[in-house]
């Protein structure tokens, strides 16, 4: 069974003070793996899909690195708009499903 | 262009009743996907249409749910007999290919509580 790991549950940072987001998984065969940004009261917005180990893609503020069992969100000198719930998602095998992480909870105060 | 569309953002009902949720995905997406996402949790797969067909509803928790999609546009997810546990929010995603790993685009979906 897909299992996706999300760490940590909660992440509160300054302004401008960047750190990473952990996703962790455990599938077979993947296909693709997925970061969608959540605000409360709305739907996952993509952000990445990456596809290999070594892959990275960058957006603004975020840059998301793949490898073998592990993702990671890097946020860099964030914005109090970047304050939002995380979630990292698995698609693997024959599969068309996403499985998803519990998120993290990102909060940037000034 | 426009999202998806997921109707109505806010369902109360009693325990015991039925009720009908409904999605309208991204024009052309030929897949269709519902959600359900308990507070505090991430989204956790119900089924998936490829066009009119479901082609995998192994997430639906018991007979009660039932979902269709019968022209391949606009597809109704309906809960009968609701119960307290289906109080959540549910998600309707679409994407544009069957069985690709492109991205899936998701509506704001609808939030249900069972009274």
């Known amino acids: 069974e897909d299992q996706v790991t999300q760490s940590p549950e909660a992440l509160r940072l300054q302004e401008g003070e960047s750190s990473s987001l952990n996703c962790s998984y455990t599938v077979s065969g993947l296909r693709g793996l997925f970061w969608y940004r959540q605000d409360p009261g709305k739907g996952p917005e993509f952000l990445f899909t990456?596809?290999?180990a070594g892959e990275e893609k960058e957006k603004e503020r975020l840059k998301a690195t793949l490898t073998k069992k592990e993702s990671f969100l890097h946020i860099t000198a964030p914005k109090p708009e970047d304050s939002a719930t995380y979630l990292c998602a698995v698609q693997a095998g024959t599969a068309s499903k996403l499985t998803f992480g519990t998120g993290t909870r990102l909060q940037v105060t000034l | 262009g426009a999202g998806v569309s997921q109707s109505p953002r806010y369902k109360v009902a009693k325990r015991g009743q039925d009720v009908a949720l409904r999605c309208d995905p991204i024009s052309g997406h030929v897949s269709l996907f519902w959600y359900q996402q308990a507070l505090g949790q991430g989204p956790e797969f119900l089924t998936y249409f490829q066009n009119e067909a479901q082609l995998d509803k192994s997430g639906l928790p018991s007979d009660r749910f039932f979902a269709e999609r019968p022209e391949g546009s606009v597809s109704t997810l309906k809960i009968q007999r609701t119960q307290q546990e289906d109080s959540a929010v549910y998600l309707c995603?679409?994407?544009?290919?069957?069985?690709?790993?492109?991205?899936?685009?998701f509506g704001d979906g609808t939030r249900l509580s069972i009274l």
């Open positions: 995603a679409s994407s544009l290919q069957h069985n690709s790993n492109q991205p899936q685009h």
């Open positions: 990456l596809y290999s």
